[in-house]
């Protein structure tokens, strides 16, 4: 993702003034006396999300920005909690290529490399502000039987250290070019063990799965389907909500009666408002944003935030910064509830089990004529 948009807003500045309010429980546990008083001034404190539960802490290739540094972004932007999420499919070690797009041809394929470089930066370092979330997306959607060894393998290594899975692809379109190809549903089917190990440990699991492209809107759609119909006590999470790239002008409309009808079928759905897509190709539509709002309003518990910022070393703050802004916008249109579930980050707590609550939105007064 490329750096196309710049904000004079002073981000960092505002929202580091305010981290203390922004989360009444912090992840280091203080401020518990906090919790009864405090309140969220949403008039003069930032609006930008303090959760980022979609963040590639490593590169498809190349060197990363080091993990200490990554941290320092999260406390500078006023990130209190993060996921740390790999890069499912990288590619090839020996690869000079940085970023897929730029590397057509060249194949990316499922490994354990940026799960265990996570894990070792995390064992090592271990920080209690941020709140990090160890992710594991090694997993090969193709070939599930090799699952359950490679959870095995993090058990024995890393032993309860891994509590989120994904962001795993069923179907990414923007990787055909890299000889990647779509799950299927005889594929699905044979999910049923490593699905059974995340619903027994309340492991949410975040799933890239396009809903289509301009000339096939709905084309994959059967394949969220699919997921949710068959495992669905499992806490599943659609990333970007099923957009992409490919999908830029699906109608708004049609696009939020599919999630309402799947919201409504299916309670243990989660959807990732994560990736400036959203934002560029469709929120900032004239009338389109407030659509959106609207619906996450219906919605105020189903929805957490995220970035997909990917922590390549060519990028550094200044990327970072602008992606949470940019994601973050459509937080401004959201009314109290919701803003307090998703971008205050009561909604990722739920799903995690953690004992952290989001302030409350303090109540405005009427404005006075005299």
């Not at 289509?212 to 084309?219: Q, V, Y």
Request: aromatic share 10%; charged share 25%.
């Amino acid at each position: 993702m490329k750096n196309t948009l710049r904000t004079n807003r002073p981000l960092a500045a505002i929202a580091v003034s305010a981290a203390a309010m922004a989360v009444v429980v912090s992840p280091a546990g203080a401020g518990q006396a906090l919790a009864a008083r405090a309140c969220f001034d949403r008039a003069k404190q930032p609006y930008t999300s303090v959760v980022d539960s979609h963040l590639h802490f490593r590169p498809f290739g190349g060197r990363a920005i080091p993990f200490e540094e990554m941290t320092d972004y999260l406390r500078k932007s006023g990130v209190r909690y993060a996921n740390m999420f790999g890069i499912g499919q990288v590619l090839p070690a020996d690869s000079d290529c940085v970023y897929y797009l730029d590397c057509p041809g060249t194949p990316v394929r499922p490994s354990i490399r940026n799960d265990i470089a996570n894990a070792e930066n995390l064992r090592e370092q271990h920080p209690d502000d941020p709140h990090l979330t160890l992710s594991m997306t090694f997993m090969d959607l193709h070939h599930p039987e090799t699952v359950p060894a490679g959870i095995a393998l993090y058990d024995r290594e890393y032993p309860k250290m891994f509590t989120w899975a994904g962001e795993v692809n069923v179907v990414k379109q923007a990787l055909f070019a890299n000889q990647a190809e779509s799950a299927d549903s005889d594929d699905i089917a044979d999910w049923g063990p490593f699905m059974q190990v995340y619903r027994e440990r309340g492991i949410p699991v975040t799933f890239h799965s396009d809903l289509g492209n301009d000339a096939e809107p709905t084309k994959y759609l059967h394949l969220m389907e699919e997921i949710l119909d068959r495992y669905p006590v499992n806490k599943i999470v659609w990333a970007h909500m099923g957009l992409s790239k490919e999908l830029a002008t699906l109608d708004p409309d049609e696009h939020i009666r599919i999630l309402d009808r799947l919201l409504d079928a299916h309670p243990n759905l989660t959807l990732d408002l994560s990736w400036r897509v959203l934002e560029d190709l469709y929120f900032s539509r004239p009338g389109v944003r407030e659509k959106y709002a609207a619906f996450l309003d219906r919605h105020p518990t189903r929805a957490i935030t995220g970035t997909d910022f990917v922590a390549a070393r060519n990028k550094d703050y200044a990327v970072y910064e602008q992606e949470l802004e940019v994601t973050s916008r459509i937080n401004r249109a959201l009314g109290n509830e919701a803003f307090r579930d998703i971008a205050l980050g009561q909604n990722y707590f739920a799903l995690l089990g953690l004992k952290d609550e989001a302030p409350r939105i303090c109540r405005t007064r009427p404005r006075s004529d005299t």
